[in-house]
């Protein structure tokens, strides 16, 4: 039986988290990131690192080390250590344990299927000493922690990464696009909505992320004025580089772009706010505003997300900064995932369909914008 428990007055919230324990590309361990979601105020936080690659072929560069057995065995590690976590801070924080997909054709929607399986049993436990030293150990199986929700993402294009670097995307230009970005733009949207179709997604991750290094094509560049822009982005003022409005997807991707929010409304998922989009020195979070503007025009259910990589990055940008942008938007409400077993009611509907294993663990809850609590560094 669910518990009943007041939903709260004041809230801030992430679904999308990575830390360097179970993610090469990041910092810390998962404690040191729920300890700083917990320091930063935060009141429900998801913990979703990357779903094991199954392929060698997939692994990054930083993986090559590794097999895709070991990806496995970090996965089933990091579901123990977020149920550990989990209950030992439920006092302070809610915490939802989850993962972000890859997607590299219709295998991989099966393999998300089997991972969201309940009662799901490994041959590997996590033992965490004081030292936060993991230790691994053969058989007995243990029976693993549910997957209580997924962030519906794509990192890849036939196989090749978008945003590992700049080098690679484009790399995935040439060899996807053909050197044409409309092809590369058409071939990500294309694969989105068959992630879309097949998993349901509580979340939607980063839609639009096939822009992140739009700007390093020649003649095409999206505005980056974020006062925290890396410095590897390149001078906008340079006379022999055109810029691309923020509208400037052709008709035919503005098509596939609404094929797919559409979707996403109609089973009732929700679409991140993904601030780390600002690190990336992009002039809005993901999606762009374009996209959010369709999104927002259409009823569509806006959520935040960080999209940290270590307890550093937690709440990055969550600033007053982000909330003119949400009152420019004309956000009122900001939605967000909360456990089953936490609450009785169910303020709002979603229609996914339940072989997917969407929303069979969390549901959807909303809160006013004037009552998020945003970081006033």
Not at 14 to 38: D, N, P, R, W, Y
Request: include cysteine.
């Amino acid at each position: 039986m669910p518990t009943t428990t007041t939903p709260p007055t004041t809230a801030m919230f992430s679904f999308h988290s990575h830390s360097g324990q179970f993610c090469m590309h990041a910092k810390g361990t998962l404690e040191e990131v729920v300890q700083s979601a917990i320091q930063r105020h935060f009141t429900i936080y998801g913990l979703s690192e990357h779903m094991p690659r199954y392929r060698v072929e997939q692994l990054y560069p930083e993986e090559l080390h590794l097999t895709t057995t070991d990806l496995e065995r970090m996965y089933d590690q990091f579901l123990q250590e977020a149920a550990r976590l989990q209950q030992k801070y439920r006092s302070q924080i809610s915490l939802l344990i989850g993962l972000e997909t890859e997607f590299f054709g219709p295998e991989s929607v099966q393999y998300v299927q089997r991972l969201r399986q309940p009662h799901r049993q490994s041959p590997w436990t996590t033992t965490i000493t004081t030292t936060t030293e993991v230790s691994t150990t053969s058989p007995p199986l243990v029976t693993l922690p549910q997957v209580q929700y997924i962030v519906g993402s794509l990192h890849h294009i036939h196989g090749m990464p978008l945003d590992f670097s700049q080098e690679l995307y484009l790399k995935a230009l040439e060899e996807v696009g053909k050197g044409s970005w409309e092809t590369l733009f058409r071939e990500y949207f294309d694969a989105q909505y068959e992630m879309l179709q097949g998993l349901e997604p509580e979340v939607v991750g980063h839609l639009d992320l096939v822009r992140i290094f739009f700007g390093a094509i020649p003649r095409h560049h999206h505005h980056h004025h974020h006062d925290c822009a890396e410095e590897d982005n390149e001078d906008l003022s340079n006379e022999n580089q055109s810029i691309l409005p923020q509208s400037g997807l052709t008709e035919e991707l503005w098509g596939l772009v609404k094929r797919n929010v559409d979707f996403v409304i109609a089973y009732g998922g929700l679409f991140e706010l993904n601030s780390r989009a600002w690190k990336k020195g992009l002039a809005d979070a993901y999606p762009q505003r374009d996209i959010l503007e369709y999104i927002l025009s259409n009823n569509g259910r806006v959520t935040l997300s960080d999209d940290s990589h270590g307890p550093d990055d937690v709440g990055m940008f969550y600033n007053p900064e982000l909330k003119r942008y949400l009152e420019e938007m004309k956000i009122e409400q900001v939605y967000y995932l909360a456990s089953n077993d936490e609450h009785g009611d169910r303020p709002y509907s979603t229609k996914a369909t339940e072989a997917t294993g969407s929303f069979q663990h969390v549901h959807v809850r909303s809160i006013p914008l004037t009552s998020l609590k945003f970081d006033q560094k």
